[in-house]
């Protein structure tokens, strides 16, 4: 303890000038009070204003949750939830508007799902070649390229790389807001639905902004929507610049505390020589072994089978949740269950219950057992689209669509968070690219029996995704049981 203190103390001495000079510390009579607020807020550094009732900041060597980022997560996945949703709008008003058939439509679909998939491969390995303030600039741009390429051609070449663009920005957001929010939050349950609520009410706004721009001009809710993805492009490049900030002071917090500990243990390896001479002679392979070691830890999550029933889970949910919403509009204009305009709105019907039933699951419904109410919801889902499908008449469908999305709106985020102390940019990488292939692969296939037999005969298809949700959940239920 007397060497900790002379080493502060000796901090103090060399340093307390410079903070008089740069206003940093203010004099008083009583004490001399660091105020360190202004910096911290202006760089979206990590404050707890419990530290210091009187208005000093008490800096931490140790990494803290940092609410900023966490913040911006939420915002950056609003904007995501308003953009990739409205994909689901906007390919019924392409299809309309240039003849498309099921099947082109379905590819449209499916290609964007792709370009969703393989954001989080690129995210994984761009960083090291143009760094990652570039690769976040590169693949967060596409909501508005794309959706600017919607507005101004037909050709199927050029639709087909723009719904990739929206596809590989949909996948980048996701990754990143992900990490962002479940690293930098207390409760990571809860802030998991809070971020999925987000993603809701943005999707929830999108057909009423759609309705409000086609009222100006056919190609005007590409063009809007394109804006919101320009928006929220300038926000994850201030975003990442936060972090950068807010890493590297953690990291000169890490080098100040290393150095004060290396004084401390040089004084002590020289007393320590002195009674044993050859006390370090065995400890040549550390390194090596460490970092072995380390690179078996990163990836541990590959040997476990929870992490992958987990992502099987969630490539269900993929399939089945991408599946509705981007073919439901055209599903209910198809079979005339609501026609025009109206047809849009069932979007807002879908995440509207989303994001009251995710608001629940944060706030007010406890969740005791995780697997035990995933079980539960796969299994009110499954009955619950199988009326959906059955229904004609506008209000029983959207009443059916309502209570399915209620069901579904809890599962993405749960699964998510049963990753638990796996949650990493390498396991969340793996598990969004593996189960993004449902995305992929359940609407060409509804798109291809809809040609091959009926729209409606597609959409039951669906069921199959629906069962796997239950079945997956019911497993993990037991096996948690035993």
């Not at 990494?63 to 966490?70: D, F, G, V």
């Not at 930098?184 to 802030?191: I, K, Q, S």
């Not at 807002?348 to 919801?377: C, D, E, H, Q």
Request: hydrophobic share 50%; proline share 3%.
């Amino acid at each position: 303890m007397l060497c900790i203190g002379v080493l502060l103390q000796n901090i103090i001495n060399q340093h307390v000038e410079h903070f008089f000079a740069t206003g940093l510390v203010h004099r008083s009579t009583s004490r001399t009070q660091i105020s360190l607020y202004p910096i911290i807020k202006k760089r979206g550094l990590c404050y707890n204003p419990r530290q210091d009732k009187k208005g000093g900041f008490l800096m931490s060597d140790t990494p803290q949750k940092n609410p900023a980022l966490r913040n911006a997560g939420f915002i950056l996945f609003f904007l995501s939830g308003i953009c990739a949703i409205s994909s689901g709008v906007i390919v019924s008003i392409l299809r309309d508007r240039f003849g498309l058939s099921f099947s082109s439509t379905g590819t449209l679909l499916s290609i964007m799902s792709a370009g969703n998939i393989v954001a989080p491969m690129l995210a994984g390995f761009l960083p090291a070649k143009i760094g990652m303030k570039r690769t976040v600039m590169l693949l967060t741009i596409g909501y508005f390229f794309g959706y600017l390429l919607c507005a101004f051609t037909g050709v199927f070449g050029l639709l087909a790389f723009a719904f990739l663009i929206i596809g590989l920005t949909k996948g980048s957001a996701l990754s990143n807001c992900t990490v962002l929010v479940s690293t930098n939050a207390e409760v990571r349950t809860r802030a998991m639905n809070v971020l999925h609520a987000c993603y809701a009410a943005g999707a929830l706004l999108c057909p009423f902004l759609i309705q409000a721009f086609l009222g100006l001009h056919d190609r005007a809710p590409m063009i809007g929507i394109a804006l919101a993805g320009l928006l929220m492009w300038f926000l994850f490049i201030r975003t990442e610049s936060i972090e950068e900030r807010s890493l590297q002071a953690r990291a000169n917090a890490g080098a100040r505390k290393a150095d004060g500990e290396t004084t401390i243990r040089s004084a002590a390896a020289q007393k320590s020589e002195v009674s044993t001479p050859a006390a370090t002679s065995s400890t040549t392979e550390v390194p090596g072994g460490t970092a072995h070691t380390a690179v078996d830890n990163r990836y541990a999550f590959l040997r476990d089978a929870t992490f992958w029933i987990l992502t099987a889970l969630v490539f269900c949910q993929n399939a089945a949740e991408q599946s509705v919403n981007g073919w439901l509009v055209t599903y209910f204009k198809s079979e005339q269950i609501l026609s025009g305009s109206l047809a849009n709105y069932t979007v807002s019907i879908m995440w509207g219950a989303t994001l009251i039933a995710r608001l629940l699951i944060a706030f007010v419904i406890p969740i005791k057992n995780l697997y035990k109410a995933l079980s539960v919801m796969g299994l009110s889902l499954t009955v619950l689209y199988a009326v959906l499908v059955q229904m004609h008449a506008p209000l029983s469908a959207s009443v059916a669509l309502f209570l399915f999305a209620f069901a579904m709106a809890g599962v993405n985020p749960l699964a998510i968070a049963g990753v638990g102390q796996m949650t990493s940019s390498a396991s969340m990488g793996v598990l969004l690219s593996t189960a993004a292939c449902g995305a992929i692969i359940m609407p060409y296939i509804i798109g291809c029996i809809g040609d091959a037999v009926s729209l409606q005969a597609g959409m039951a298809a669906n069921l199959v995704p629906c069962i796997g949700i239950f079945v997956l959940s019911f497993v993990m239920y037991r096996r948690t049981k035993k």
